[in-house]
């Protein structure tokens, strides 16, 4: 049977977490606000507009909307000195066997992203042709949980959405897959993915295995 894979970007293939942090904190700071990696952690899957607007929200910041664009730009020319220095080593662990697992069954490959970045990202790590459809942050219009990005995905490669499969590293990228009835698989903590179908803690514990009878339900 053919399934939709449909995977998340950041948490899930890469780990650009530690430099949107990076740029971010560089940001929050030049402007008087703190910014701790429990911050960050409330950033994952957000926007880059919603995270500058939530930064604004803990230093009690009111911007001009000429402002609030170019510490955007700033942010995201910082962001991506980070991201043009990434290559193939920074795929996590697992990735690629369960790529070429999916590419060889013939199975529908797809990226499901909130990054207006995503593009390029795929592009530094080598992985840009792995996927027959892209779906990022320059595509959608609402933001995770709106399962906007990834039903958008599955229609692009022709498939119902009760035959995906979702990756996501975010609650709120959980709750997107559900609510487009896409069978969620959480990529970390059991606690916080509590609302996935699957958790694990990352692709190393996915085994071949287990995709196979996710094919074949
Ligand atoms: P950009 P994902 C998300 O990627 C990140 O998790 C989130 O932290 C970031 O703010 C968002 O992309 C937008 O990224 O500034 O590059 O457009 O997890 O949906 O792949
Ligand atoms: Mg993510």
Redesign the pocket.
């Known amino acids: 049977n053919k399934k939709a894979f449909i995977f998340?970007?950041?948490?899930?293939?890469v780990d650009?977490?530690k430099y949107?942090f990076l740029a971010w904190k560089k940001l929050a700071n030049s402007i008087g606000v703190d910014f701790t990696e429990e911050q960050?952690e409330q950033?994952?899957?957000?926007?880059?507009v919603?995270?500058l607007e939530k930064i604004l929200a803990w230093g009690n910041i009111e911007l001009s909307e000429e402002k609030f664009m170019e510490l955007?730009a700033k942010?995201?020319n910082d962001?991506l000195t980070y991201?043009n220095q990434m290559d193939e080593s920074e795929i996590l662990p697992g990735v690629t066997r369960i790529l070429a697992y999916l590419a060889e069954n013939e199975q529908g490959i797809a990226?499901?992203?909130?990054?207006?970045?995503?593009r390029t990202?795929l592009q530094k790590v080598n992985l840009y042709d792995a996927f027959e459809v892209i779906v990022?942050?320059?595509n959608v219009t609402k933001a995770?949980p709106d399962p906007e990005?990834f039903v958008n995905a599955a229609k692009q490669l022709s498939i119902e959405n009760e035959n995906c499969v979702v990756f996501?590293?975010?609650v709120a990228?959980i709750q997107a897959a559900n609510t487009a009835k896409m069978i969620s698989i959480g990529i970390g903590d059991k606690e916080v993915l509590k609302e996935a179908d699957y958790v694990f803690n990352d692709f190393t514990e996915i085994s071949v295995d287990f995709i196979k009878e996710l094919t074949m339900k």
């Open positions: 998340d970007l950041d948490g899930v293939i650009t977490a949107h960050n950033l994952k899957g957000v926007s880059r919603r995270s955007m942010k995201n962001y991201v990226l499901g992203s909130a990054s207006k970045n995503a990202i990022d942050g320059t995770k990005v996501e590293d975010s990228g």
